[in-house]
T-cell receptor
């Protein structure tokens, strides 16, 4: 079946460096993508989203890139801080009500 | 606090008991969702409400699970005859872009 997946289960970066978290999706009908951050013991927190008619969207310290040709999504975090340590999920939506999540990538930020 | 609110945050119950979780969505949101999340996994869709109508149920939602949203505002998720495999975090979310609550942790012993 269709699924959202992630290339790496864990990512370790030095404080101050940029982080790139990757995600592959397989449903070509997906037209809306979201990144969530989840800290231990808390619910997922919305970070940024992008629709399929865009290939890049920027937020505060975060950028999402979408490559529909290879069905790839990435989240870039600039100047990574210790508070960015969390699990990051990409999620996809095909225009209906169901948002499907991948398994997540754990980001460790080394001081 | 105008976010999604869930209660209780933690519940420990004995196998075979019934449990109920409550969700208060963001007030102007018509859409409400329940997800389940186990350790190391992403959230899995359980069910969806548009106002008071339950429009979709996942196959994960066995007949021991029932969700309601009687007035199109708050929602409840009940699990009857709990099993150890029900231990998970139950997440409620609302909105077109879904915003999650902090979740309700269930431990079945």
């Amino acid at each position: 079946g269709e699924s959202v997946g992630l290339h790496l289960p864990t990512l370790s970066v030095q404080e101050g460096d940029n982080s790139i978290i990757n995600c592959a999706y397989s449903n070509s009908a997906s037209d809306y993508f979201i990144w969530y951050k989840q800290e231990s013991g808390k619910g997922p927190q919305f970070i940024i989203d992008i629709r399929s008619n865009m290939d890049k969207r920027q937020g505060q310290r975060v950028t999402v890139l979408l490559n529909k040709t290879v069905k790839h999504l990435s989240l870039q975090i600039a100047a990574t801080q210790p508070g960015d340590s969390a699990v990051y999920f990409c999620a996809e939506n095909t225009g209906g009500f169901k948002t499907i999540f991948g398994a997540g990538t754990r980001l460790f930020v080394k001081a | 606090d105008t976010g999604v609110s869930q209660d209780p945050r933690h519940k420990i119950t004995k196998r075979g008991q019934n449990v109920t979780f409550r969700c208060d969505p963001i007030s102007e949101h018509n859409r409400l969702y329940w997800y389940r999340q186990t350790l190391g996994q992403g959230p899995e869709f359980l069910t969806y409400f548009q106002n008071e109508a339950q429009l979709e149920k996942s196959r994960l939602l066995s007949d021991r699970f029932s969700a309601e949203r009687p007035k199109g505002s708050f929602s409840t998720l009940e699990i009857q005859r709990t099993e150890q495999g029900d231990s998970a975090m139950y997440l409620c979310a609302s909105g077109n872009t879904i915003y999650f609550g902090e979740g309700s942790w269930l431990t079945v012993v």
